[in-house]
């Protein structure tokens, strides 16, 4: 049987003024209350690609927010964990963890901290994956609710690095480490088919976007928006939130090929539907 197309689910975004102000209007106006509901898990995914300060990685004040929201729509009894892979060659990801606060944050919120690189693997296979016909990714990212929070940054390879490049987080160095360079190397390789493969397999099923200033050039260094963006953006559509993100970037959606891979088969690039919250 043919498999239905996408619906078209909006982009939720808004001026931001403070985490603890915006982005809990923002949450609501979206209705991710009602899918926490009954969610066991929830698993919230920053960018903390290396230990570099925001707004090169997620601010940890963003996740603070968002564990609070978090915790007031799930059970009492749902376990909330903020994981991440580094993809640094020098250290690992608690050193991340540890030096841009988020163990002192999870330390006051009791939540738990997790390194998605050492966590437990399954195997996973895709006949029409051509570039990852066979993935490792952690358990853990198949049994919980996960949120991506990427933050507004353009990428020297991959056009832009948003939620779905902020996925290669969960990709295991055992596998995808490649002659001993960056811990996530072998996605080099034909970067957008990697991305858009490692999708296939597991893409959010939530994004929260820090759009509150944005890097117009490249996702480790060069400058910042000028003026910053200022906005927050939210949605349950991976390539909805890819599109938005590539426009605040001033950049066509169509021409980063993991965004134009994954528009009808992941989500709608297009019509992208605004809401303004």
């Given at each position: 049987m043919p498999v239905a197309p996408p619906a078209v689910q909006p982009v939720f975004t808004c001026r931001s003024v403070s985490w603890q102000?915006?982005?809990?209007?923002l949450l609501e106006a979206t209705g991710l209350?009602?899918?926490?509901?009954?969610?066991?898990?929830?698993?919230?995914?920053?960018n903390l690609v290396e230990a570099l300060v925001p707004p090169i990685t997620t601010p940890v004040a963003l996740i603070a927010a968002l564990v609070d929201y978090v915790r007031g729509c799930a059970p009492t009894t749902a376990e909330i964990i903020v994981g991440e892979g580094s993809g640094a060659r020098a250290y690992d990801?608690?050193?991340c963890f540890q030096a841009l606060g988020y163990e002192e944050m999870a330390a006051g919120k009791n939540i738990s901290l997790v390194d998605l690189n050492l966590e437990p693997l399954v195997r996973k296979s895709q006949k029409n994956c051509h570039r990852w016909p066979v993935m490792h990714l952690p358990r853990l990212v198949f049994e919980s609710f996960l949120i991506s929070v990427p933050v507004l940054k353009a990428h020297?390879?991959?056009?832009?690095t948003l939620t779905m490049k902020n996925m290669m987080g969960l990709a295991p160095p055992a596998h995808f480490q490649?002659?001993?360079?960056?811990k996530k190397a072998a996605f080099h390789d034909r970067i957008q088919e990697a991305i858009f493969d490692l999708n296939r397999y597991r893409t959010p099923d939530f994004t929260v976007l820090d759009a509150?200033?944005?890097?117009?050039?490249a996702h480790l260094w060069g400058p910042t928006c000028n003026p910053p963006v200022n906005r927050l953006a939210a949605g349950f559509d991976p390539v909805a939130m890819d599109a938005y993100g590539a426009m605040l970037l001033k950049r066509d959606w169509r021409r980063i090929e993991h965004i134009?891979?994954?528009?009808?088969?992941?989500?709608?690039?297009?019509?992208?539907?605004?809401?303004?919250?």
């Open positions: 102000q915006s982005l809990p209007a209350r009602d899918r926490l509901l009954s969610a066991p898990r929830i698993l919230i995914k920053p990801t608690q050193h020297t390879l991959a056009e832009v490649k002659g001993g360079h960056w509150t200033v944005g890097m117009p050039e134009r891979l994954a528009h009808g088969c992941l989500g709608l690039a297009e019509p992208l539907v605004l809401r303004e919250v």
